[in-house]
């Protein structure tokens, strides 16, 4: 008989050292790529869109909680939202791996680096209640991935429970299902290649899911829509006012891909259940009394039917574009248009996007580009997506520069930091913060 303490140590230390390290992860790029505040009762009339369609100024910070790493106080964080003047904080929170309630709850040996990592959602909750008390106005945005579960250990925070293989690989994506001759191992081998789940040099003729380190998840799987909801619900209670879905119709549009008709059942089934998520969590906001803003990728508006009810979506400049500080304007102009077209005049959201490795607009940004030629970067990309009625989020802190990232933030991390010494960027995203504004640093 296995030693269970042993093995669900071995969990947290697992989940702590991807939060450290890692910080966030995603698709590969280029593979596939409004509702928060209080419901005023219905005498009132009033449109919870409106608020999220004002904000102006927007930061990137993932996670608000793990400034002990750097040395940076939860005062710190809040004195950083009211320099940038934000509406808004995108991916404040980001639910990649298992989060206990609190750091009590793990062994006595791994409860300092979970408080110093901020690792519980406990954590969460403090440091939402500080940063609303400073600016109670203020957007905070949660995330959830749609694109993966652990084999080993995924936990449900509502339940408390835990999920361990084989019944993690039964939430797995199996294309078989719907009668496409592509089975379930290769599928799973061919995307965990993506993410790094397994060696990219594998034979996918030789893959071995109980070896794997994660898999994309089903969609359409009930118990995996518990799941993500489950992710999304807890940090809604603990504060969040919208939650962003990495990747919800990307299952829709691989299934579209391999049949090649967007109205194979396929397809519809996988953005039929996008749908439920977003309704799910737009209803469970509205049980609190609250309207839960909800959004992901623009790629969305791609389909020509049973589309998400998103209340925003965001979109990323190409790693092309970074290194060239050059836009295609056409191309920006046709995805506009599309998000107009069939997601209606929504907010839309840029941020520089990261996944596994250098290979991502982030990774460019961060280990090609000087510190001089980010903050010129920024500039552009600012005026450039404002005059196209598009939110530019500054990268103030976080996303994950990739595993073979050698400029590392205060030549240790692997996550983004504005402040850090090798970037450098902070001031120049407070000055255009507060030109977005109209406001100067004489006023904070």
């Not at 980001?94 to 009590?104: A, E, G, L, T, Y």
């Amino acid at each position: 008989m296995r030693d269970l303490t042993r093995v669900r140590v071995g969990r947290w230390v697992v989940a702590i050292a991807v939060c450290i390290v890692v910080a966030s992860a995603g698709i590969v790029y280029g593979v596939w790529v409004h509702r928060g505040g209080q419901v005023e009762g219905p005498e009132v009339e009033f449109s919870p869109r409106v608020k999220l369609s004002q904000v102006r100024v927007a930061i990137l910070y993932e996670r608000v909680t793990d400034g002990g790493l750097i040395n940076r106080s939860l005062n710190d964080v809040v004195r950083i939202v009211e320099e940038t003047g934000a509406d808004m904080i995108f991916r404040g929170f980001w639910r990649w791996s298992s989060f206990p309630d609190d750091c009590s709850q793990l062994p006595k040996r791994l409860q300092a680096q979970c408080e110093l990592a901020g690792y519980s959602y406990e954590h969460l909750e403090e440091a939402i209640a500080a940063i609303k008390e400073a600016k109670p106005d203020l957007i905070f945005c949660g995330a959830v991935p749609a694109q993966k579960v652990w084999r080993k250990h995924e936990r449900n925070p509502r339940t408390g429970e835990i999920l361990e293989y084989p019944e993690t690989w039964e939430l797995a994506l199996d294309p078989s299902k719907w009668g496409i001759n592509v089975s379930k191992e290769r599928f799973q081998c061919w995307f965990g290649k993506t993410h790094l789940w397994v060696d990219r040099e594998l034979d996918c003729a030789e893959y071995d899911p109980e070896e794997a380190d994660a898999y994309f998840p089903d969609i359409t799987n009930e118990k995996f829509q518990e799941l993500l909801l489950s992710w999304a619900e807890e940090q809604i209670d603990r504060g969040a006012d919208a939650i962003w879905i990495d990747m919800l119709v990307t299952q829709a549009r691989i299934m579209e891909d391999l049949t090649g008709d967007p109205n194979h059942p396929a397809v519809v089934d996988a953005l039929k259940a996008a749908q439920r998520i977003v309704d799910e969590i737009h209803a469970y906001g509205e049980s609190k009394g609250r309207y839960i803003y909800v959004g992901s990728w623009w790629t969305a508006a791609r389909f020509p039917h049973d589309r998400p009810d998103l209340d925003f979506v965001t979109v990323s400049p190409t790693i092309r574009e970074v290194l060239t500080m050059e836009f295609n304007e056409s191309k920006w102009s046709e995805i506009v248009e599309l998000v107009r077209e069939n997601l209606g005049d929504i907010p839309i959201f840029a941020f520089v996007d990261w996944a596994s490795t250098v290979r991502t607009p982030l990774g460019a940004f961060s280990q090609n580009l000087t510190p001089e030629q980010q903050r010129e970067f920024l500039r552009r990309a600012d005026a450039f997506f404002r005059e196209r009625g598009i939110v530019f989020i500054y990268p103030v802190h976080g996303g994950f520069m990739g595993v073979d990232a050698t400029v590392l933030s205060f030549g240790r991390y692997g996550f983004y930091d504005s402040m850090a010494p090798e970037f450098q960027t902070y001031e120049t995203i407070v000055e255009l913060a507060q030109a977005r504004r109209g406001t100067s640093a004489q006023d904070h």
